[in-house]
């Protein structure tokens, strides 16, 4: 017990220490944080009537947002599954930063859902036992599930592998039984989380543009190329600002998958854009309204157009060799870029242009409000806050400079850091 | 036929009128200082008042089950808090009523498109009726669609246009004609849902009034994830609106734009409450639930008929038992030309357009 106080210790020390630029990021996500309890509370006792959506756009910005951190979260797992299906030893060792990224995705997410709840209050009542759970027949019921398990098996998975190189014992033969079995279920959950949210938007059959097939295709295609764009940039700040080594060879590997994660994306959208403009029936109606506008409401025409221009360009600049090496400069813009364009491809494209028309024919423009804005920027603020501080806490563990006393006397070896 | 009676609309169902009883009532709201009526439920418990029966009943609100499940002896509990609660909140006696629905009984309803004048009586009937929020958020469970008719949209100089156009390169025909991308008929593309005209009907124009379809097989209730809304033995799709939790999924499904969510608290005028409720109909309502037609679920289990029925000036609203061969609906749909709308969704309605 002494150990996993220390262990908490050690960690959270390390992981608040740090240079002018880490204090600054820091608190830039502070600031966020403290005026997001403001604007919070403002929408909690006044209701969603403080953000954009209506009756015709019923789904806002955190609905988006939260369809954004599933895609992230589902990509972590291509940082554990080179390590431990094809034994890419650089990668394996790193992992861990993987089953980071996805455990605190998955957080960010559910608080996402739990802003986009009218009555946050009453969460309770999905849980069985307690409550009801529309089981098997709701699809939300299958995402509550599928992202609590997954939130859970990466919590498990980085405090087992924390904890266990903090006191020194991270070995083959050391190793619970059960470590193995719950790293490989993760990394089977990952895509399953992200096809259950495809599904949770695909099953709405009133909802011409989300009624495709391709859509957990393209859900998994923009999660290959978002989740490893956030892990290049972690990986690049972390060669640059910390003594943890990170191959470019691991870098490279990330960069391949965001390169043809993309190709296959541009697949993909032509696949739904040709058979829905080709008949142009009525399901080609809200794809036409985000292309073109529809008399006069253009709000995500500009949205529409830069987002794909910003997909392909990016798909393009990482097919040549020189941006791919391009460590310092050009590699990190592009991954900035896809990350950012498959954010904002989230409400603008895939959501909010999917409600016009309305079933009786309503085209309606959503306008983010301030409080939303806000709001969405907690979330969001909480989310990175975290993850900077249990990535710091992790990278001293993963370097050998947070140790328990026990095991200072094994040099810190990582080669044998390996299992 | 009837459309040939333009019928003007009252003075009361113009938005002026609103505005003007809802100035009215802030002012009163004002005067009298009673805070029962903005407050939520969940903010109760701050009121200072001596005799708020607000907090104790709250607190046994928010752990209370689905209403379903409860046993006889819950339910009356249930019923008794919320009781307690409206008549101090509303300042007048209420009643809610938890009475099952009829047995052997399918309820249904038939509109006869033909006849409607697009006057949006039954939509006003409607909001008194079910209490239904009068502004910030306007909530209305019936709407009426305006559409063009559709003789309207052919021009004879549109007869040489068209795709591809004659060129230098030759004329190879015209693949798609001049008149095309034009909706005719009943179509929701180019329907007006917010007309606001002095006079109705609007001769170049036909109605369609919208509302909860009660499909016998209803895609809100598959994707509710905590079964607040369901189907009762008579048909009808209801909420327990104390067990919604507001994630609308219910909403994203619905084929019919027939789901209204409370997206702040109800602005409901306590003078114009109806203090006559249902648990699963038109009792007041909380922020952040959803809430639809229930066809007037404290009226028609019952014995009567829905409000909007009620209120149809020119007869075109229909409602009764399925299951009974002599009910009007029965006998709409055995002798006029009836369509159910939007079919291709599966979802297998029991509320019937028909042309009279």
Same mark, same amino acid.
């Given at each position: 017990m002494n150990t996993v106080i220390s262990f908490a210790k050690d960690f959270a020390s390390y992981a608040f220490k740090g240079g002018r630029v880490y204090y600054a990021w820091?608190?830039?996500?502070?600031?966020?944080?403290?005026?997001?309890?403001?604007?919070?509370?403002?929408?909690?006792?006044?209701?969603?009537?403080?953000?954009?959506?209506?009756?015709?756009?019923?789904?806002?910005?955190?609905?988006?947002?939260?369809?954004?951190?599933?895609?992230?979260?589902?990509?972590?797992?291509?940082?554990?599954?080179?390590?431990?299906?094809?034994?890419?030893?650089?990668l394996k060792e790193i992992a861990v930063i993987g089953e980071i990224v996805a455990m605190v995705f998955v957080a960010t997410g559910?608080?996402?859902?739990?802003?986009?709840?009218?009555?946050?209050?009453?969460?309770?009542?999905?849980?069985?036992?307690?409550?009801?759970?529309?089981?098997?027949?709701?699809?939300?019921?299958?995402?509550?599930?599928?992202?609590?398990?997954?939130?859970?098996?990466?919590?498990?998975?980085?405090?087992?592998?924390?904890?266990?190189?903090?006191?020194?014992?991270?070995?083959?033969?050391?190793?619970?039984?059960?470590?193995?079995?719950i790293v490989f279920l993760?990394?089977?959950?990952?895509?399953?989380?992200?096809?259950?949210?495809?599904?949770?938007?695909?099953?709405?059959?009133r909802v011409e543009a989300w009624s495709t097939a391709v859509l957990p295709f393209a859900f998994l295609t923009m999660a290959g190329a978002s989740g490893p764009a956030l892990i290049v940039m972690i990986f690049l700040l972390t060669r640059k600002f910390t003594d943890?080594?990170?191959?470019?060879?691991?870098?490279?590997?990330?960069?391949?998958?965001?390169?043809?994660?993309?190709?296959?994306?541009?697949?993909?959208?032509?696949?739904e854009f040709f058979t829905v403009l080709y008949p142009s029936?009525?399901?080609?109606?809200?794809?036409?309204?985000?292309?073109? #506008?529809?008399? #006069?409401?253009?709000?995500?025409?500009?949205?529409?157009?830069?987002?794909?221009?910003?997909?392909?360009?990016?798909?393009?600049?990482?097919?040549f060799r020189g941006v791919r090496h391009s460590y310092d400069r050009w590699l990190p813009i592009t991954c900035l870029v896809v990350f950012f364009a498959i954010l904002i491809e989230k409400p603008m494209i895939l959501v909010f242009p999917a409600f016009s028309p309305s079933p009786l024919g309503e085209y309606t423009e959503y306008h983010v409000t301030l409080i939303e804005f806000f709001n969405v920027m907690f979330v969001w603020a909480l989310g990175f806050f975290w993850l900077t501080v249990i990535l710091k806490g992790a990278i001293g563990i993963l370097t050998g400079e947070v140790r328990h006393h026990s095991a200072l006397a094994f040099a810190p070896d990582r080669a044998q850091g390996g299992i | 036929m009837s459309e040939e009676k333009n019928i003007a609309l009252k003075e009361s169902d113009e938005p002026d009128g609103l505005e003007q009883g809802r100035r009215e009532f802030l002012k009163k709201v004002c005067a009298s200082s009673v805070s029962a009526l903005v407050a939520a439920p969940a903010v109760a418990g701050a009121n200072t008042e001596a005799d708020n029966p607000d907090a104790d009943v709250t607190v046994a609100e928010y752990f209370q089950g689905h209403f379903l499940l409860m046993s006889d002896e819950e339910k009356k509990q249930a019923i008794a808090r919320l009781e307690k609660r409206y008549s101090a909140q509303y300042r007048k006696k209420t009643t809610v009523s938890d009475v099952e629905a009829p047995d052997g009984v399918?309820?249904?309803?038939?509109?006869?498109?033909?006849?409607?004048?697009? &006057?949006?009586? &039954?939509?006003?009937? &409607?909001?008194?009726?079910?209490?239904?929020?009068?502004?910030? +958020?306007?909530?209305?469970?019936?709407?009426?669609?305006?559409? +063009?008719?559709?003789?309207?949209?052919?021009?004879?100089?549109?007869? %040489?246009?068209?795709?591809?156009?004659?060129?230098?390169?030759?004329?190879?025909?015209?693949?798609?004609?001049?008149?095309?991308?034009?909706?005719?008929?009943?179509?929701?593309? %180019?329907?007006?849902?917010?007309?606001?005209?002095?006079?109705? +009907?609007?001769?170049?124009?036909?109605?369609m009034p919208v509302q909860c379809q009660q499909c016998e097989k209803p895609p809100c209730v598959k994707a509710c994830p905590v079964r607040a809304?369901?189907?009762?033995?008579?048909?009808?799709?209801?909420?327990?609106?104390?067990?919604c939790i507001g994630c609308r999924m219910c909403q994203l499904a619905c084929p019919y734009h027939a789901r209204r969510f409370n997206w702040g608290e109800p602005n409901l005028p306590a003078e114009e409450m109806n203090p006559k409720t249902h648990y699963f109909g038109n009792r007041p309502r909380m922020r952040g639930v959803m809430e639809k037609c229930t066809f007037c679920v404290q009226r028609t289990r019952e014995g009567r008929d829905p409000a909007c029925m009620e209120a149809c000036p020119v007869g075109a609203r229909k409602f009764g038992n399925l299951l009974d061969p002599e009910s009007d609906v029965r006998k709409v749909l055995a002798t006029k030309r009836v369509f159910r709308f939007k079919e291709e969704f599966g979802t297998y309605p029991k509320f019937f357009y028909y042309i009279g």
């Open positions: 820091l608190l830039s996500l502070v600031f966020f944080i403290l005026v997001g309890c403001y604007t919070a509370y403002i929408q909690l006792t006044q209701g969603l009537i403080v953000t954009g959506a209506t009756d015709q756009v019923t789904l806002e910005s955190f609905f988006a947002n939260f369809v954004f951190t599933a895609h992230v979260a589902a990509a972590a797992v291509l940082v554990v599954a080179p390590g431990y299906i094809y034994h890419r030893k650089d559910i608080t996402f859902i739990l802003f986009h709840m009218g009555r946050p209050d009453r969460t309770w009542h999905i849980v069985p036992l307690i409550g009801h759970m529309n089981f098997p027949n709701s699809m939300l019921s299958f995402d509550t599930i599928v992202l609590n398990v997954y939130l859970l098996l990466n919590m498990i998975g980085v405090s087992y592998i924390l904890f266990k190189k903090y006191v020194g014992t991270f070995h083959e033969k050391q190793l619970a039984v059960w470590f193995r079995p993760a990394i089977a959950w990952g895509p399953l989380i992200h096809i259950v949210t495809a599904f949770v938007l695909a099953s709405n059959a943890m080594e990170i191959g470019y060879p691991a870098i490279d590997l990330m960069t391949t998958i965001i390169a043809w994660s993309l190709g296959i994306l541009m697949l993909v959208f032509a696949a029936t009525e399901h080609a109606d809200s794809l036409k309204f985000n292309m073109f #506008g529809h008399k #006069g409401l253009n709000h995500y025409v500009p949205w529409f157009w830069g987002t794909i221009l910003a997909l392909v360009g990016s798909f393009i600049a990482l097919l | 399918l309820f249904g309803y038939a509109l006869d498109i033909s006849k409607c004048i697009g &006057c949006r009586r &039954c939509v006003h009937a &409607c909001v008194k009726e079910n209490n239904q929020s009068r502004h910030d +958020p306007t909530v209305q469970w019936i709407q009426v669609m305006k559409m +063009p008719k559709g003789n309207i949209s052919f021009t004879a100089e549109n007869l %040489d246009k068209g795709y591809p156009a004659k060129s230098e390169f030759g004329d190879y025909g015209v693949q798609v004609g001049g008149n095309a991308y034009k909706t005719a008929g009943l179509s929701t593309e %180019d329907a007006q849902n917010y007309y606001n005209d002095d006079v109705v +009907p609007d001769k170049d124009f036909f109605y809304t369901f189907r009762d033995h008579a048909g009808v799709v209801l909420i327990d609106y104390n067990w």
